[in-house]
């Protein structure tokens, strides 16, 4: 499983003196890009290909309490991809030094070309990279009506 570790920050910490809800947000797009960087999806070879990534949702679970001192592991799965590549479903959990789960985020995105502003599938070898990321018990082929699962847009003023 890929796994990425981090030390608490001060500038991590709320007002309440734990781990602020978009500080989860950080760790886990740092171990994204982690991934993607190590996998040669690193931003030079993407915008040969002139890709973006861009998140659809997160959903996060918090079951404990996270303090500065206290190392977190965060981890990655692929939980869904679209038989192109176009959308992507991540699962991260937050672990403490003994493997305790302190939360849980699922996460979907997909990919968009940056000059047509539309979304796209993957080059193959990109792909195949990003396919060989360990999947989730629950893992599913994407589709298009999953990305509408929990979209509703407000009616316009």
Same mark, same amino acid.
């Given at each position: 499983?890929?796994?990425?570790?981090?030390?608490?920050?001060?500038?991590?910490?709320?007002?309440?003196?734990?781990?602020?809800?978009?500080?989860?947000?950080?760790?886990?797009?740092?171990?994204?890009?982690?991934?993607?960087?190590?996998?040669?999806?690193? $931003?030079?070879? @993407?915008? /040969?290909?002139?890709?973006?990534?861009?998140?659809?949702? +997160?959903?996060?679970?918090? *079951? #404990?309490?996270?303090?500065?001192?206290?190392?977190?592991?965060?981890?990655?799965?692929?939980?869904?991809?679209?038989?192109?590549?176009?959308?992507?479903?991540?699962?991260?959990?937050?672990?403490?030094?003994?493997?305790?789960?302190?939360?849980?985020?699922?996460?979907?995105?997909?990919?968009?070309?940056?000059?047509?502003?539309? $979304?796209?599938? @993957?080059? /193959?070898?990109?792909?195949?990279?990003?396919?060989?990321? +360990?999947?989730?018990?629950? *893992? #599913?082929?994407?589709?298009?009506?999953?990305?509408?699962?929990?979209?509703?847009?407000?009616?316009?003023?």
């Amino acid at each position: 499983m890929y796994t990425k570790q981090f030390e608490i920050r001060w500038s991590d910490v709320d007002a309440n003196r734990h781990v602020r809800n978009s500080a989860y947000i950080d760790y886990m797009s740092h171990t994204r890009m982690s991934f993607f960087m190590e996998s040669g999806l690193d $931003l030079t070879n @993407l915008s /040969k290909q002139n890709l973006g990534a861009v998140a659809f949702y +997160e959903h996060m679970y918090y *079951f #404990r309490e996270i303090f500065p001192g206290t190392p977190v592991t965060v981890s990655l799965q692929l939980k869904g991809l679209s038989e192109d590549g176009r959308y992507f479903e991540f699962l991260h959990n937050f672990y403490d030094e003994n493997g305790k789960n302190y939360a849980r985020c699922e996460m979907m995105g997909g990919w968009i070309d940056l000059k047509e502003r539309k $979304l796209v599938g @993957l080059p /193959k070898e990109f792909y195949d990279k990003f396919n060989a990321l +360990e999947k989730t018990d629950d *893992f #599913r082929i994407l589709t298009k009506e999953n990305t509408r699962k929990h979209s509703q847009r407000p009616k316009d003023l």
